[in-house]
């Protein structure tokens, strides 16, 4: 998917697995939420998809670890999380 899009990876050194799980994550929800349950005719529509993908993410979905808000909410309100999600 990154290739398609033309974004290069940036990987930790080899043996080191910390990116990984991060890695793993990430592109684990997606490829659950957005790839398995459609088919794409062509890149262009793959693109288009994951762009919406990503902007209800970034925009509407809350996440626990960030006190229940967006991301763009989180980035909004600064760079501390809240004491209950530490």
Sequence with gaps: ???ALGIERS???KGCPHDSAVDE???GIPR???????AFGTTRE???RL???VHRHDNFRI?????YMSPVEFRK???SLPESSK
Excluded at 63 to 67: C, I, R, V
């Design 11 to 13: 990987p930790s050194a």
């Design 25 to 27: 994550s990430a592109d």
């Design 1 to 3: 998917m990154l290739e």
């Design 77 to 79: 309100a600064g760079p």
């Design 51 to 53: 762009s919406d993908y």
């Design 32 to 38: 659950a939420e957005l790839a398995r349950r459609e």
């Design 63 to 67: 996440h626990s670890t960030l006190g």
């Design 46 to 48: 793959l693109r288009a």
